[in-house]
T-cell receptor, first 117, second 111 residues
Framework: KAGVTQTPRYLIKTRGQQVTLSCSPISGHRSVSWYQQTPGQGLQFLFEYFSETQRNKGNFPGRFSGRQFSNSRSEMNVSTLELGDSALYLC????????????????FGAGSRLTVL | GEDVEQSLFLSVREGDSSVINCTYTDSSSTYLYWYKQEPGAGLQLLTYIFSNMDMKQDQRLTVLLNKKDKHLSLRIADTQTGDSAIYFCAESILKTDKLIFGTGTRLQVFP
């Protein structure tokens, strides 16, 4: 069964531009969450979507946004890019997300590495 | 508050056991997880433990949880060079997909 697919894997942007990253979850998984990984801040939660609704949101500025489509695929967008936005952006999917029973077993994609110049 | 701490580096000889430690602060954590990240890759779930358990064993992996001290450890028996990676502990708050990750421990295995 296919894993979590993130595109693009690598991209380079300049300050002020915007970027859209895509995530296709594992088939049957309805929850998608996004994380930012940087050397300085480590892994930080961005947001979680379930059935096209944002359920949880991390402590990031409004320049970071996301959405989820009816087929559970998700996109995140960062506008007005800053140098500090350079990071590995990881997407994860799970069956039920928040409120589900049992452990939240997240399956992560390989990530999209964004470099802002 | 939410804060998860790990030591940054661990170096072990091939065949020895590795013990990676983690401390967390949120007593409402329901599940605690261990993830592995290899270079250029995403995170791979290794194992997890429910907060009312003390220990969980899964092949070469043993997880110990001391809830009173908020201390979690991962023991890897017979460590191999393929175990070289960064290991993250994480806690989930109220069974959400919002995981609070530790700083990560880089495990280096030498022959």
């Amino acid at each position: 069964k296919a894993g979590v697919t993130q595109t693009p894997r690598y991209l380079i942007k300049t300050r002020g531009q915007q970027v859209t990253l895509s995530c296709s979850p594992i088939s049957g998984h309805r929850s998608v969450s996004w994380y930012q990984q940087t050397p300085g801040q480590g892994l930080q939660f961005l947001f979680e979507y379930f059935s096209e609704t944002q359920r949880n949101k991390g402590n990031f500025p409004g320049r970071f946004s996301g959405r989820q489509f009816s087929n559970s695929r998700s996109e995140m967008n960062v506008s007005t890019l800053e140098l500090g936005d350079s990071a590995l952006y990881l997407c994860a999917s799970s069956r039920t997300g928040t409120g589900g029973s049992g452990a939240n077993v997240l399956t992560f994609g390989a990530g999209s590495r964004l470099t802002v110049l | 508050g939410e804060d998860v701490e790990q030591s940054l580096f661990l170096s072990v000889r091939e065949g020895d056991s590795s013990v990676i430690n983690c401390t967390y602060t949120d007593s409402s954590s329901t599940y605690l997880y261990w993830y592995k990240q290899e270079p250029g890759a995403g995170l791979q779930l290794l194992t997890y433990i429910f907060s009312n358990m003390d220990m969980k064993q899964d092949q070469r992996l043993t997880v110990l949880l001391n809830k009173k001290d908020k201390h979690l450890s991962l023991r890897i028996a017979d460590t191999q060079t393929g175990d070289s990676a960064i290991y993250f502990c994480a806690e989930s708050i109220l069974k959400t997909d919002k995981l609070i990750f530790g700083t990560g421990t880089r495990l280096q295995v030498f022959p």
